[in-house]
T-cell receptor, first 115, second 111 residues
Framework: NAGVTQTPKFQVLKTGQSMTLQCAQD?????MYWYRQDPGMGLRLIYY???????DKGEVPNGYNVSRLNKREFSLRLESAAPSQTSVYFC??????????????FGPGTRLTVL | DAKTTQPNSMESNEEEPVHLPCNHS???????IHWYRQLPSQGPEYVIH???SNVNNRMASLAIAEDRKSSTLILHRATLRDAAVYYC????????????FGQGTTLQVKP
């Protein structure tokens, strides 16, 4: 059981370049999430997906797109990277049932620098 | 979403208990209290959660005030590995599981 995996671990981009961050989970979870964490700050939700084929915006969606490719995979795309998107990106997934638990499992993160 | 307030930082000695406070005066009846922690250079990990009653698990205990406006995460014997940022988060039932992180409490554990 690998849990939540993310690729790549590190990435450096130039302003205006595009890239896709990959996330996969092997726990058969319905819900998946993308967060970003800036230095010294808590995590902020970018997008989430409650089930395969559905996605919704979180707190800070501007500049990002997402794809829920199947139940296992949830990707985050930066179409035209900006220095303000320099951050650590975390993917997470969770059980939906039983509802009262809702523990989220996080991946190890992708450290992105935009020059 | 209701807001939580935590001290920015706390210190503890190894093998002593640690009490991490959290205020959430605007909590609603359908808000669960969750605690996550983030070790250096890692993603957050779940610690414990509760609704009204005190809760225990292998990692920690959660003490919830009778009026639910505050809670305390208790680490019974701090180890160096417990040095992390601890986040107290309120999660409303049925909100699709979104977590709203604050800045958390940075716990330092001294040997």
């Amino acid at each position: 059981n690998a849990g939540v995996t993310q690729t790549p671990k590190f990435q450096v981009l130039k302003t205006g370049q595009s890239m896709t961050l990959q996330c996969a989970q092997d726990m058969n979870h319905n819900s998946m999430y993308w967060y970003r964490q800036d230095p010294g700050m808590g995590l902020r939700l970018i997008y989430y997906s409650a089930s395969e084929g559905t996605t919704d915006k979180g707190e800070v969606p501007n500049g990002y797109n997402v794809s829920r490719l199947n139940k296992r995979e949830f990707s985050l795309r930066l179409e035209s990277a900006a220095p303000s998107q320099t951050s650590v990106y975390f993917c997470a997934s969770r059980h939906d049932y039983p509802l009262k638990h809702n523990e989220q499992f996080f991946g190890p993160g992708t450290r992105l620098t935009v020059l | 979403d209701a807001k939580t307030t935590q001290p920015n930082s706390m210190e503890s000695n190894e093998e002593e208990p640690v009490h991490l406070p959290c205020n959430h005066s605007t909590i609603s009846g359908t808000d669960y209290i969750h605690w996550y922690r983030q070790l250096p250079s890692q993603g957050p990990e779940y610690v414990i959660h509760g609704l009204t009653s005190n809760v225990n698990n292998r990692m920690a205990s959660l003490a919830i005030a009778e009026d639910r406006k505050s809670s305390t995460l208790i680490l019974h014997r701090a180890t160096l590995r417990d040095a992390a940022v601890y986040y107290c988060i309120l999660r409303r039932i049925g909100n699709t599981g979104k977590l709203i992180f604050g800045q958390g409490t940075t716990l330092q554990v001294k040997p």
